[in-house]
């Protein structure tokens, strides 16, 4: 039995912020590390798949994706931890609300938006060197740029490409429906527009509007696939080529999401200039990305930022360290458009 002293004691100790055990055990959630690589495992076997059809054993999935099975429960136990599948009787696993997303047939999929990329994983392993020097630690660790590096390695890069395109999934179904300027867009450059399927679900939806994909020429490479795919491939002309060096010019409009923010400003005034340069008096420029933003709320920027430091240097700007660059580009912002994403800013030549 306790002594009085000794509850005392516990009693004290348990008002003392220093013994706030749930928060410690917060923090441990938080700083886990397993989970991020146990979904991108389960993404890579393509478990969610093996549910399609209902619940199955830990047995027959584990055959079915070559696993050893006794790996493969240890792996599912821990994820439905997390509500990502579930254990629905011993051995048997079916999926969750969680989970559903994680099958490749699903109409918003994010099987691709967790990969595992050797090269990203080494990045992260020295982010502590992006937080002392403010540069990227992909740079530090795999002495070249992550586009550099990715044009040299078309397994990554099709990696990379999944993770894009799983985004645009999400985005064309939350940024499209929140502008309501998409139908006067008679002609449209999307510059640094990936693979093309952002535009290509533009395109769909807007049959007047002809569209100009430009990249790199290893990313335009797998654009017409897409475009094809999606029908739309005679009303997008594809460039293969630097918007550092030429634009197309002329257009309606210009479309540059989630791609300002990996370059630091002189880049960034380079791009912004290059593009006032193509535009005509009476074009308009969306820029699509995360702003960054003070205070203690998560949004889509906030954690994001970390991997463009880390990956690429770069970083999510203020809205009014954007306008200075507009403004050094003899452009200026019209109107900010809120998605359920991240902002759209529509943008017009001063
Ligand atoms: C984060 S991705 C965004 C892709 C697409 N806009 C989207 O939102 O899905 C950045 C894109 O910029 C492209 N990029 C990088 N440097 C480029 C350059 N010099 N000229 C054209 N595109 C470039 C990359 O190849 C990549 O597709």
Request: proline fraction near 6%; aromatic fraction near 6%.
């Amino acid at each position: 039995m306790k002594s009085p002293a000794g509850s005392e004691a516990t009693e004290a100790r348990s008002r003392n912020p220093r013994f706030d055990v749930p928060s410690v055990m917060r923090l441990t959630e938080l700083a886990d590390i397993v989970v991020p690589f146990a979904i991108r495992v389960a993404c890579e076997l393509r478990i969610a798949d093996e549910l399609a059809d209902g619940p199955r054993t830990v047995d027959e999935i584990a055959r079915s994706v070559g696993a050893d099975p006794r790996a493969l429960l240890r792996l599912l136990r821990a994820l439905t931890a997390r509500g990502i599948f579930t254990e629905v009787e011993p051995g048997l696993f079916g999926h969750t609300a969680l989970s559903e997303p994680l099958r490749d047939d699903h109409p918003l999929s994010m099987r691709e938006a967790y990969p595992l990329i050797p090269a990203d994983i080494q990045a992260w392993s020295r982010f502590d060197v992006s937080v002392r020097t403010g540069g990227s630690a992909f740079e530090h660790v795999h002495g070249q740029g992550y586009w550099e590096h990715m044009a040299e390695r078309p397994e990554e890069a099709h990696r990379f490409d999944g993770t894009q395109r799983a985004a645009t999934r999400l985005e064309l179904r939350t940024i499209l429906p929140a502008y309501d300027g998409w139908a006067t867009i008679g002609s449209l450059v999307d510059a640094g527009g990936g693979n093309g399927a952002f535009l290509a679900g533009i395109l769909r939806r807007f049959r007047d509007t002809h569209g100009t994909l430009l990249d790199l020429p290893h990313v335009v490479a797998g654009a017409d696939e897409v475009l094809r795919a999606a029908g739309v491939r005679d009303r997008c002309t594809v460039v293969g080529g630097s918007f550092f060096d030429e634009i197309p010019q002329g257009a309606d409009a210009y479309l540059l999401k989630r791609v300002l923010y990996h370059w630091d400003d002189d880049h960034a005034r380079t791009l912004l200039s290059n593009l006032r340069s193509a535009m005509r008096p009476d074009s308009r420029l969306l820029l699509l990305e995360p702003v960054a933003e003070p205070g203690d709320e998560l949004n889509a920027g906030k954690l994001y930022d970390l991997i463009l430091l880390t990956m690429a240097g770069g970083g999510l700007r203020s809205l009014e360290e954007i306008e200075a660059l507009l403004d050094k580009s003899g452009l200026r912002l019209a109107r900010v458009v809120r998605t359920m994403m991240f902002p759209m800013m529509e943008i017009v030549p001063r």
